[in-house]
Nanobody, 124 residues
């Protein structure tokens, strides 16, 4: 399996931006579809964005569409999540995940390699 590790979280004011990174190792990154999810305290994990193996197909949840953008660089074995116009309701632990079946979206339980996550806190 591929191993993934997130970075780039932090504290930002409402309206600000952050870029998260997810570094992959262990297996060929380009053979995995990837996704970002988030979990806020007391809430269920939410699918945020997904991307196919080549990056040709991308999906964003309605809650982040137009503000967040996910991308990948297979040469660098890295997945990204650019987050703009952040709001307090975006506060959560953001995690990346990989699955061997291609596609830009799938139920979260289909993803089988997860990182520990990175905290994003948006102050009002």
């Amino acid at each position: 399996q591929v191993q993934v590790e997130e970075s780039g979280g932090g504290l930002v004011q409402a309206g600000g931006s952050l870029r998260l990174s997810c570094a992959a190792s262990g297996r060929t990154f380009s053979t995995y579809a990837m996704a970002w999810s988030r979990q806020a305290p007391g809430k269920e994990r939410e699918f945020v964005a997904g991307i196919s193996r080549t990056g040709e197909m991308s999906y964003h949840a309605d809650s982040v569409k137009g503000r967040f953008s996910n991308s990948r660089d297979n040469a660098k074995n890295t997945l990204y999540l650019q987050m703009n116009s952040l709001q307090p309701e975006d506060t959560a632990v953001y995690s990346c995940a990989a699955r061997s079946t291609d596609g830009s979206w799938s139920p979260l339980h289909d993803y089988d390699s997860w990182g520990l996550g990175t905290q994003v806190t948006v102050s009002s």
